[in-house]
T-cell receptor, first 115, second 113 residues
Framework: ETGVTQSPTHLIKTRGQQVTLRCSSQSGHNTVSWYQQALGQGPQFIFQYYREEENGRGNFPPRFSGLQFPNYSSELNVNALELDDSALYLC??????????????FGPGTRLLVL | AQKVTQAQTEISVVEKEDVTLDCVYETRDTTYYLFWYKQPPSGELVFLIRRNSFDEQNEISGRYSWNFQKSTSSFNFTITASQVVDSAVYFCALVQGAQKLVFGQGTRLTINP
């Protein structure tokens, strides 16, 4: 086990609604990254938070937003849900101080279904 | 732009066979890191190995081994004497600069008893 936890495990929403996903990072890690994994695809980078600031963003629209808290836990918020947002959302924590060589450790993910 | 290609979408072998998963990457930088992750049906990505671009030594960990060749931009993964528990989707990934991981499409490995 990585020590990275995510909640909820599963979620069903309808189109147009808003959703908040949560992630607790591994002890000692100050960086959280979020990924979206559509069925049958590799994970796609959404954004990363380091010391409560966004530290890089992938090709996702502004309705995908996030937060990182002083304890380094994080939230992913998605507004105006679309059917294509149905996916597994993965959170990963790492120690930014090590830079690019720092390994990202993943949580179990949240499976979101948008109807 | 960075890119990772895993050309094998699915592989199916019988238990105890050796199997190699291919990974080819593209990057313009000279410093980068390569990773392999395992994703069992539960969904969690399990870290297997990290390799930096300056270390081309092959690595062995039990039944797992990795072959990194910069000349062909490849980072292949071999499982020796495969077991049913090895069944999963395996992802190769590349990171450079910021910690954004770029994943391949994954290879679904099925080990049949």
């Amino acid at each position: 086990e990585t020590g990275v936890t995510q909640s909820p495990t599963h979620l069903i929403k309808t189109r147009g609604q808003q959703v908040t996903l949560r992630c607790s990072s591994q002890s000692g890690h100050n960086t959280v990254s979020w990924y979206q994994q559509a069925l049958g695809q590799g994970p796609q980078f959404i954004f990363q938070y380091y010391r409560e600031e966004e530290n890089g963003r992938g090709n996702f629209p502004p309705r995908f937003s996030g937060l990182q808290f002083p304890n380094y836990s994080s939230e992913l918020n998605v507004n105006a849900l679309e059917l294509d947002d149905s996916a597994l959302y993965l959170c990963a924590s790492s120690l930014e101080a090590l830079g690019a060589q720092s390994t990202q450790y993943f949580g179990p993910g949240t499976r979101l279904l948008v109807l | 732009a960075q890119k990772v290609t895993q050309a094998q979408t699915e592989i199916s072998v019988v238990e105890k066979e050796d199997v190699t998963l291919d990974c080819v990457y593209e990057t313009r930088d000279t410093t980068y890191y390569l990773f392999w992750y395992k994703q069992p049906p539960s969904g969690e990505l399990v870290f297997l190995i990290r390799r930096n671009s300056f270390d081309e030594q092959n690595e062995i960990s039990g039944r797992y081994s990795w072959n990194f060749q910069k000349s062909t931009s490849s980072f292949n993964f071999t499982i020796t004497a495969s077991q049913v528990v090895d069944s999963a989707v395996y992802f190769c990934a590349l990171v450079q600069g910021a910690q954004k991981l770029v994943f391949g499409q994954g290879t679904r490995l099925t080990i049949n008893p």
